[in-house]
């Protein structure tokens, strides 16, 4: 998926941005000529987790744009509030927010400690919401396709999806929620307000929590061109959506799926909250011919 340049001088705020699929959001923007904002928490290398906000910044530059990472801990009202003050400040306004930060715990009832709970609502839910609220006045104001996107699954009430790791399942489906609400609430203000979710397990650190390796996984690549593509349409008409990457990126014309492998050929693993086999997964042509790339089936909300 080709840059276009449309995000040029724009300014992007994104949380949990220093590594995985924000970062990669984050890189992909910069390549128009973006102004970024990385709002994460890593100053210090991990031992098991590279990456820094000042790593994922050098990152950014040096595809093109600009950027201001910040130190924050969007569990924090202060330190959210002072990072849209910093963007604002230096760049003059806030035309994009994606909420990308997430906790995860794959944890039943029982195994669930009441302080991983709240970490994850905390964060998933609580500030996806709150970070959505202080960078609002600012979308409002601007005249650049102002979008909202969360990176959340569809609303899927199957049982299953609860079943096993319920606490994290209300902490996701919180995200989406917040489409459901801010999208109509700011449909008179021209604000897209969207979510993206992979088909398949992406090869980040999340997916190691699973302990199925990253074989079976897409790089984080296929979230950023699919990002991309949604957050160049127009948000006065495109709102409300709840897309899965690979149909958004078959909509654009998209034809070579395999590039996006971690291992080229390997069997892929449908994620969370996709009511797809493993079996049927694997049957759809990963490269196509041209005028055979498919229709979307983004969710309506």
Not at 106 to 114: I, S, Y
Not at 226 to 232: I, N, Q
């Amino acid at each position: 998926m080709q840059n276009t340049g449309e995000l040029a001088g724009r300014t992007i705020f994104i949380t949990g941005a220093s590594r995985g699929i924000g970062k990669a959001i984050a890189i992909k923007c910069a390549r128009d000529g973006a102004n970024v904002v990385i709002a994460a928490k890593t100053t210090e290398p991990h031992p098991k987790l590279p990456g820094t906000i000042y790593t994922a910044a050098q990152e950014v530059e040096a595809a093109g744009g600009k950027c201001l990472p910040c130190i924050v801990d969007i569990r924090f009202e202060d330190q959210v509030q002072s990072a849209v003050e910093q963007a604002v400040q230096k760049f003059g306004g806030i035309d994009i927010l994606v909420n990308n930060a997430s906790a995860i715990s794959l944890t039943g009832t029982l195994e669930t400690p009441m302080k991983r709970y709240d970490l994850m609502n905390n964060i998933n839910t609580r500030g996806t919401f709150m970070v959505s609220q202080k960078c609002l006045p600012h979308l409002k104001k601007s005249r650049k396709n102002p979008h909202i996107l969360n990176i959340s699954p569809p609303l899927n009430m199957q049982s299953h999806w609860f079943k096993g790791h319920v606490a994290y399942t209300m902490a996701k489906y919180g995200m989406s929620m917040c489409v459901l609400g801010m999208a109509e609430e700011f449909r008179d203000d021209g604000i897209g307000v969207n979510a993206l979710w992979p088909r398949t397990t992406i090869g980040t650190a999340a997916i190691d929590v699973t302990g199925r390796g990253r074989g079976g996984s897409r790089t984080t690549d296929i979230m950023a061109d699919a990002a991309y593509v949604m957050l160049t349409r127009d948000g006065r008409s495109y709102t409300g959506n709840i897309a899965i990457d690979e149909d958004v990126l078959r909509e654009a014309g998209v034809r070579d799926f395999e590039k996006y492998s971690c291992v080229p050929g390997h069997d892929l693993y449908p994620d969370l909250f996709v009511d797809e086999t493993m079996e049927e997964l694997n049957k759809r042509p990963r490269v196509t011919s041209r005028g055979t790339a498919g229709t979307s089936k983004t969710s309506k909300l």
